[in-house]
């Protein structure tokens, strides 16, 4: 890989490792991993620009062609001829990077490593083989890195040949609100918002927006139009991982939540797996493994009250809520007029969810600045007090002091009012009387219960009184959740 500019969205906490492990004396092994286009190979090419580095990419090919392929490539970086019959395992290979490093730092990178997994030459035993007994003090920086999750995970298990040898391994997420935000410099935070809510936080689908593009044009090009780039990767999202043997049934189940269906009995039945409910229950969690779907209880519930399950990566909900559900429509007309006629008029009711959980990363990533503690335990509530009255609280939140904090999320383009303040009152009063205790503890006769509104909008003149008034009420707006985000130069 050749030098690149030194510029970096978050991963200074990666980027600080990696380096670090190339620092120690003697050899260190690495293991990153994380879904495919979440930006490890981009990381990995700007951690050691000055360094004398080796990068390989497998190819979901035989371990052969990969091990003539990577000898090849090491021929044509070191400049030394390479026999590839003096090289007939990976074992040998492994040993020839051990010599080039005996006079020199050297760091390898080995990309995709699943692809090197299995069979009678199977990479990570024949790397232990020379990782325990001839890497010795040979200054050998070696990183293993890979997209397919589990694969990559199982790496550490103890039941591997390579557990207990790692110095240091990570799995690399795709980023929150904020860092998604400051790959879109110059577009407004509400335009800002809703990128993040269709687009997620996979740094190459954010990548794929031009910077002078209309945002509507660019959901159009790289989503909605068949052959866009980021479509593409969201439909073979399940495809991509290894051992995934029926597909359909998980993409069914990704539809099912996608549209609303929060509890496993209902999702069963809107994937039509309602007679196969141990089937589902794997499936959900494995997606949850995956980093596709999380799960919350409502506040307060018990460990045996129902799970209720979200899409937590916001362009895949965006795939199965409005892509595939318009599939016939888009393969015959225009990707703009789908925009407007099926997709625009629901954005709103769209982004009222997504922007609840923009707000529970805002505060897990901002409460110190705004005086507050960070949550031991955070969730909403969803039900019914003794008059069988629907409540539904957006943020239930006990802080790390022991402390309450509730309050409500709104994403309307009208200013809130402080009326919201007086309904979470009275919604509080009826769960505490309805024997909620957790609900005493956050009216506002008890000590130190606070209260927190995030809008995408603004509040009106009334709400910001109220809240001079009483400091514990926190009203938060959008440029407060996106203040800082300028892009690093």
Known sequence: MGKKPDVLIDRESERTALQQLAQQPGAGLGLLYGRRRVGKTYLLDRVWPESRLFYFLAADSTFRMNRLDLLRDLAAWSGRPLDPE???????????FVDLARDERLIVVLDEFQYLLGGEDDAASQLVAVWDREVGGAPLTLVLCGSEVSTMEQLREADQPLYGRFDWSHRLQPFDYFDAGRMLSGRPDREVAMAYGIFGGTPQYLDAIRPAERFSDAVCRTILAPGGSVRVQSENIVEQEKGIRKPAEYRAVLAAVARGRTERNEIAAAAGLESRNETVRHILTRLQDLGLIWVERNFGAPSNAPLRYRISDNAVRFWYRFVETNRSLLAVGEAQDVWERKIEPELSTYMGKIFQGICREGFLRKHSQWGLPGPSEWARWEGQDRSRRSVE????????DGQMLTGEIKWSSKAVTASVHTALLRDLEALAASGHGWANSALPEAEGARYIYFSA???TRDFRA????HERILLVDLAELYAGRATPS
């Not at 003096?86 to 020839?96: A, E, M, N, Q």
């Open 86 to 96: 003096d090289y007939p395992t990976w074992r040998t290979v492994f040993r020839l």
């Open 393 to 400: 609280i957006d943020i239930v939140a006990r802080l790390s």
């Open 457 to 459: 909008a603004r509040f």
């Open 466 to 469: 109220l809240q001079t008034a």
